[in-house]
């Protein structure tokens, strides 16, 4: 079996330990960011409410002290330890904000965390900082609507949360993920200039303007995909999975599901396609 490296420094100023949730959505892990060489750091989606993975944050922090736990945004995955976390420590739980819906799609893991509670909401552009660290928030929506990455501009880094990955491309899922809002937040980091993204699942990102300009390109081909299977005669989203995701993991079909539902409901407000989730067809 391979051995994962649970433990990685990629900059003076930050450590990311990672938490012991691997799947076909999550890859190795949600990784949890601890960022500052000084007395008062900040913790970066601490993850699951894992008492293992909280003792290990907890270890890696070492005799300094926690001046913020910081969301991207509320999926299981990501925020529940953020209360475990404040009870051990009594740091405050900052950045987005709550939002717990019934989320339709496929993943158990990807689920909303019900019981987030921050005591601060950081909007776009809002920063937090300690001795030696500052971080920005970045609203990014279209993962979900309250996913905020966090820039590092001590370090020139960009913590991308779910919103930009290495390994994969985001689930959308409707219907609060959003397809035009997440194209809009690709844009929107395509303008900045951080040399490198870490993301909260896979490796760190020594290219991302390369990557995102990528991703922009991967969905408007999918698009492109879409009308010609509606072209085609074709208006089944599980049938249209079958035929563009040939090669993928079939566990992996039901949220590519999701995806492409959010590009047609896209392309319906944009007058393209008309259909009502079951059944699409081109717009006359």
């Known amino acids: ?98 939002l717990a819906i019934e989320d339709l799609g496929p993943r158990a893991d990807a689920a909303f965390d019900f019981d987030y509670t921050p005591d601060r909401i950081l909007a776009d552009g809002e920063w937090i900082a300690g001795d030696d660290w500052t971080l920005e928030a970045v609203e990014t929506p279209g993962h979900t609507s309250n996913h905020l990455c966090f820039a590092l501009p001590e370090a020139d880094i960009l913590f991308s949360g779910d919103h930009v990955m290495g390994w994969s491309t985001s689930i959308v899922s409707p219907p609060d993920g959003d397809m035009a809002a997440y194209m809009a937040s690709l844009d929107k980091l395509l303008a900045r200039e951080e040399a490198l993204y870490l993301p909260a699942h896979g490796p760190a990102i020594e290219n991302p303007r390369k990557l995102v300009r990528g991703m922009l ?37 039901p949220a590519a599901e999701r995806s492409v539902l959010a590009h047609l409901i896209d392309l319906r407000a944009r007058g393209l396609v008309m259909g009502d989730g079951a059944e699409w067809r081109l717009a006359a």
């Open 1 to 98: 079996m391979e051995t994962i490296e649970r433990f990685e420094q990629p900059h003076p100023l930050v450590r990311r330990v990672l938490a012991p949730n691997p799947s076909p959505f999550t890859y190795t892990g949600t990784w949890t960011h601890i960022v500052g060489a000084g007395e008062g750091l900040a913790v970066i989606d601490p993850g699951p409410d894992d008492a293992d993975h909280i003792a290990r944050i907890i270890g890696a922090v070492g005799d300094a002290s926690i001046a913020a736990i910081v969301c991207t945004h509320t999926h299981r995955d990501h925020s529940p330890a953020a209360r475990a976390l404040a009870e051990k420590t009594g740091a405050p739980i900052v950045g987005c904000a709550p």
């Open 217 to 253: 390109m991967h969905r408007r081909q999918r698009e492109r995909q879409i009308l010609r299977q509606l072209e085609q005669g074709e208006g089944s989203v599980p049938e249209m999975v079958k035929a563009m995701y040939r090669g993928v993991d079939p566990r992996l079909h």
